[in-house]
T-cell receptor, first 113, second 109 residues
Framework: IAGITQAPTSQILAAGRRMTLRCTQDMRHNAMYWYRQDLGLGLRLIHYSNTAGTTGKGEVPDGYSVSRANTDDFPLTLASAVPSQTSVYFC????????????FGAGSRLTVL | GQNIDQPTEMTATEGAIVQINCTYQTSGFNGLFWYQQHAGEAPTFLSYNVLDGLEEKGRFSSFLSRSKGYSYLLLKELQMKDSASYLCAGMDSNYQLIWGAGTKLIIKP
């Protein structure tokens, strides 16, 4: 089934630890995005990639890094997790930057203690 | 600044009609989106408006007024499965999406 796969589904992490959230899509979409979703707030863009080999900063990039070595994979890394990074993280993709439909992964729920 | 406003929560009765409003302020405008998100799941695309007027898609319709910075999502013949959060998002001149916090719709029998 075509779509986006995120892993892990859920994770509890000690503060200060390094964590990578994985995201893989099989739709050959050029653009990929990482969002975080917190209660009472809209989805906030962390980082994005318009095409393989390029990345950009979103609204809340501090404490996060991404890479886009190929079209399919777009991992998000927390170098040293802090409690304020407790959130639900969604990876999304679209056929082209600014295309009008995003396809989202199922989300990764991260708790930092 | 850029901002999307929508009600936090609404309640409606099964079989009825509900209208979820959204007002937006974006730097430039490249369209207004509505997504549905069931609890614990990913958002899924519902509708896209870039021109003024009403777009109808089955039981769901979406309206846009660019001069008023206003949109609404209209859900008819409500079903229990429509209980979800409805996210409004505006696309700015850089083709970035600005998201509202979502409206939680509760459907009662």
């Amino acid at each position: 089934i075509a779509g986006i796969t995120q892993a892990p589904t859920s994770q509890i992490l000690a503060a200060g630890r390094r964590m990578t959230l994985r995201c893989t899509q099989d739709m050959r979409h050029n653009a990929m995005y990482w969002y975080r979703q917190d209660l009472g707030l809209g989805l906030r863009l962390i980082h994005y990639s318009n095409t393989a080999g390029t990345t950009g900063k979103g609204e809340v990039p501090d404490g996060y890094s991404v890479s886009r070595a190929n079209t399919d994979d777009f991992p998000l890394t927390l170098a040293s997790a802090v409690p304020s990074q407790t959130s639900v993280y969604f990876c999304a993709s679209s056929g082209a930057p600014g295309a009008n439909v995003l396809t989202f992964g199922a989300g990764s729920r991260l708790t930092v203690l | 600044g850029q901002n999307i406003d929508q009600p936090t929560e609404m309640t409606a009765t099964e079989g009825a009609i509900v209208q979820i409003n959204c007002t937006y302020q974006t730097s430039g405008f490249n369209g207004l989106f509505w997504y549905q998100q069931h609890a614990g799941e990913a958002p899924t695309f519902l509708s896209y408006n870039v021109l003024d007027g009403l777009e109808e898609k089955g039981r769901f319709s979406s309206f846009l007024s660019r001069s008023k910075g206003y949109s609404y999502l209209l859900l008819k013949e409500l079903q229990m499965k429509d209980s979800a959060s409805y996210l409004c998002a505006g696309m700015d001149s850089n083709y970035q999406l600005i998201w509202g916090a979502g409206t939680k719709l509760i459907i009662k029998p």
